[in-house]
């Protein structure tokens, strides 16, 4: 049967071997029988740059690869965490990059996929900063600082994350309504897709007086998280993580 398969925010590290096995099952069984996969941003806990030597980023980047060598294309879009991901990474991936909004013909259903982040302005310390690390400047430059350096950086950048998570109001981190609709408008879609606020769900909502859904993927911190979409329908899956 025909099927299009979309992930999010596995937020892939070494110190996480469980997700890495679970991502890797389910390469190996499900992803390379789709019609296409698509990873929505937050691959990775974080990408210091196409550069980084890492077993982890190898290991992933062959998964893909041989993924989209029998037949089935890999297409990603950045997330908060991983937007340092690269032609490089891509291009050893045999995955295509996409821009951080897309509309794609999914059965005859023109669908808007995103990582999420943009939905969440409700959020406007977060949205200035990323506005920031989008500079092209910034990045050009944060890529010439010596591997260790950038490390430090990153590990700083994720313990002021943690920290700013624990005083913000789950409101303020979930997507503002209006802004959904209003790029569910801009883009002439009744169907949207996206990860980053780990709270899986399919919620209706009408555009323009006509029905339409808007599904959130879910993270694989607990389980992995899965949309399966088919001509038929749509179905959110989860499977639990492998022990140890």
């Avoid at 999010?8 to 789709?34: C, K, V, W, Y």
């Avoid at 944060?142 to 994720?158: E, K, N, V, Y």
């Amino acid at each position: 049967m025909s099927r299009t398969l979309f992930i999010a925010d596995l937020h892939l590290s070494a110190g996480r071997p469980d997700i890495t096995a679970a991502f890797l099952r389910f390469m190996q069984e499900e992803a390379n029988q789709a019609d296409a996969l698509y990873v929505l941003g937050d691959l990775f806990e974080f990408s210091i740059g196409d550069d980084e030597p890492s077993a982890l980023n190898d290991e992933v980047a062959a998964a893909f690869k041989a993924c989209a060598e029998q037949g089935t294309p890999v297409y990603f879009i950045h997330g908060n965490r991983d937007f340092m991901v690269g032609r490089r990474f891509a291009r050893e991936a045999g995955m295509r990059l996409l821009p951080e909004h897309q509309v794609i013909d999914l059965y005859g259903e023109p669908t808007l996929i995103m990582h999420g982040d943009t939905l969440c302005i409700d959020d406007a310390g977060y949205q200035r900063y990323r506005r920031i690390t989008r500079w092209g400047w910034l990045q050009w430059l944060f890529l010439r600082l010596p591997l260790s350096r950038r490390m430090g950086i990153a590990d700083g950048i994720r313990s002021k994350s943690a920290q700013s998570k624990e005083v913000k109001v789950m409101q303020v981190m979930d997507v503002n309504q209006a802004e959904v609709e209003r790029q569910m408008r801009r883009y002439k879609v009744r169907s949207l897709i996206h990860g980053h606020t780990h709270r899986p769900a399919i919620h209706q909502l009408y555009i323009e007086d006509e029905p339409a859904q808007r599904i959130v993927l879910g993270d694989w911190y607990t389980q992995d998280s899965v949309l399966v979409v088919t001509p038929k329908g749509v179905e959110l899956q989860s499977r639990t993580l492998p022990a140890g």
